[in-house]
């Protein structure tokens, strides 16, 4: 076979096969994201709370989620989930093997580890808030909630997205790692193709490129968001109507 | 009405640690008074002023703002307000000006002065902004409506600041130095603003280095010294015969006001 009709999208090309695993890709990695966004903005709430306990849980989440292995974590919510669904489908009568979805598996396993990341992201987007601006809305007498919706998040919003890109790139890496699970992104794909043929030079490179498209690809959409979240900063529009 | 009390501080007292900053600041301001505070820097000046709204909690003392005094629970682990809700409705009824502006810079100058009446007064949003889009031509900001703080120079920032504080219908304005930090070449025009308001009736707490106001604007001059208040009276005596022998030690490092 040719290298065009290897890659093909029709007949025996792995063309259409990769697209789509690559596509599984972003969407483990998306679903990850939005899973450690609202974990990673619990765990910094909890971080800069006035309570010690809250504080501790907060402090041992991140030491934990960013001290372990990704693989571990994947290992453990995979096997360990089955493990206790299989018990409790046993509980209601039911004798086989109960498996997580690996869809959800990966995608909760590396939702945890990025919550980790991105709590340390908005907490340093929190400090990076002027004290004074926090301080003129007391002033005002904005409640405590009013504060938060108005003044705290639209800037913490605004402070994280560089941060974010950087979670964002280390999940998508992290998600070649659920190819363990048999879940069939671009990882397990390469993986497969390459086998079926012996193509692994080209396969793996191939996939490199798919996943080094899809890290520039999003690059660019963080950039473009933080210039246009920057904008009240920046000089360039002087006096904008 | 001329002649109501609008604020009143009994014997105020702030700790910081084992450290003293307030040992007992007493003052009342009537309708219409504009009381100049003076004292060397460490005199406890801004913690007086930031102890009236609370964004320092007093350790002792009481403090009235238009005939309702801020409740305070003194335990044995310290003060705090009885119910954030009355400190935040309190808050609504001062005007705060900060020496370094603090404008939101994720807003526009427009957005800034609507925020709080929107927001925490709830008002109807297009009478806000008819109202806003006055202050600020009163300021001599109109242009700079859509303008995001940072590209304000530091007067402009500090006039739509107090356009912000002024869309509250405050009633008494707390000014804490806001001309330290501005460039010399950019203090007549906050101080124009402030003069205004001045004769307009409004009420104000000026915390300020500027002699100049203290001496022409103001209708009373307070000199606090190491927590305490020094010396206190209408202008022409502090800064006449009728000086104490610190305050006119203090104002000797001014040179002459003019």
Known sequence: MTLFELLGLGGKGWGAFLLLATATTLAVTATALAIGAVAGAAIAAAK?????????????????????PELLIIYLIYFGGSSGLTAVGRWLGYDGFLGLPSFAAGALA???????????VFRGAFHAIPRGELEAAMAIGMPRRLRFRRIIVPQVLRFA????????????????????????????????????TRQYFLFYIVGG???????SLSD???NTAERRANRSMSASTIGGA | MPGETRLSVRNLRKSFGTH????????????GDV????????????TFLRCINLLETPSGGEVWVDGEQIRMLHGRSGSRPASRAQVDHIRSELGMVFQGFNLWSHMTILQN?????????????????????????????????????????????QRAAIARSLAMKPKVMLFDEPTSALDPELVGEVLRVMRALAEEGMTMLVVTHEMSFARNVSNRVVFMRDGIIDSSGAPEDMFGAGASPAFRQFIGHFGNPQ
């Open chain 1, 48 to 68: 800069l709370s006035g309570s010690v306990p809250l504080r501790l849980i907060g402090h041992v989440y991140t030491t934990v989620f960013r001290g372990v």
């Open chain 1, 110 to 120: 590396v939702g945890i580890i990025s919550g980790a990341y991105q709590a340390e």
């Open chain 1, 161 to 196: 997205i560089p941060g974010l890109g950087n979670v964002w790139q280390l999940s998508l890496k992290d998600s070649a790692l659920v190819s363990v699970t048999g879940l069939v992104e671009l990882m397990r794909a390469s993986q497969i193709a390459s086998g079926s």
């Open chain 1, 209 to 215: 490129a798919l996943y080094l498209i899809l890290t």
């Open chain 1, 220 to 222: 660019r959409v963080f």
């Open chain 2, 20 to 31: 003293e900053v307030l040992k007992g600041i007493s003052m009342d301001a009537q309708d």
């Open chain 2, 35 to 46: 009381i100049s505070v003076l004292g060397a820097s460490g005199s406890g000046k801004s």
């Open chain 2, 113 to 157: 002065v609507i925020e709080g009446p929107v927001h925490v007064l709830k008002r109807p949003k297009a009478e806000c902004i008819a109202e806003a889009e006055e202050l600020l031509a009163k300021v001599g900001i109109a242009d700079k409506r859509h303008a995001y703080p940072a590209h304000l120079s530091g007067g402009q920032q």
